[in-house]
């Protein structure tokens, strides 16, 4: 009985010691205390973590060579988390209420994958290949050699393919280079590699 007594006792200073190593209060006074962020990603304790970027809508950690990530909703609640990855993960908040993720397998923008998650809504976007650029409501990314736009979550309000251009793409794995929207929002801005020579052409296109 009191052999397991103390065990229960080493059990209880574990799981403290745990807790305090990947504690998600931030000492950053910029951002607020972070509520119920797991501990617990694909069932894998993480333990000894460090952060290495907060907000108070998302978090990244390191530890073991390895970093995990958690987003939350505007309850501070995790909603999403995931990891062990062998790469830093690219979180950025658009316009106050949007979350890009993004994730890259290797060099070029064909190795990137990613999705969004609409903080005022409390909706996850499906995952994109290849992401160039969004606005408030529209995504532009790359499927083979064309351009797609089309609504973050939900394409039967908005979409559309741009794969004629005024010269053949180059023969290459990343012919188009860039895709940008205009600051209003009605044109996009594409650049891309043209012919044997690899001329750079930019073309602007109407949405």
């Not at 190593?21 to 972070?34: F, L, M, R």
């Not at 690219?90 to 994730?103: A, D, G």
Request: hydrophobic content about 35%; aromatic content about 14%; charged content about 25%.
């Amino acid at each position: 009985m009191i052999k397991k007594f103390f065990l229960q006792i080493n059990l209880i200073m574990i799981i403290v010691i745990v807790l305090s190593s990947c504690s998600s209060h931030s000492n950053n006074p910029g951002t607020k205390e972070i509520q119920n962020t797991e501990l617990v990603v694909n069932n894998e304790n993480v333990s000894d973590c460090e952060t290495v970027e907060e907000t108070e809508f998302y978090k990244i950690t390191y530890s073991n060579s390895m970093y995990y990530y958690y987003i939350f909703d505007d309850s501070y609640n995790t909603v999403k988390s995931d990891g062990p990855l062998s790469r830093k993960p690219h979180i950025q908040i658009i316009n106050n209420h949007l979350i890009r993720f993004t994730s890259q397998a290797g060099t070029g923008i064909g190795t990137q994958w990613g999705f969004y998650y609409d903080i005022k809504k409390d909706v996850f976007s499906r995952a994109f290949n290849s992401i160039y650029d969004q606005t408030d409501e529209k995504v532009a990314y790359r499927n083979s050699n064309k351009i797609i736009i089309r609504d973050i979550f939900d394409k039967t309000n908005y979409y559309q393919e741009i794969s004629s251009f005024k010269k053949p793409l180059a023969n290459t794995v990343d012919p188009i280079t860039n895709a940008k929207f205009s600051k209003d929002g009605k044109n996009i801005v594409i650049t891309y590699f043209a012919g044997s020579d690899y001329e750079e052409i930019t073309e602007i296109f109407d949405i």
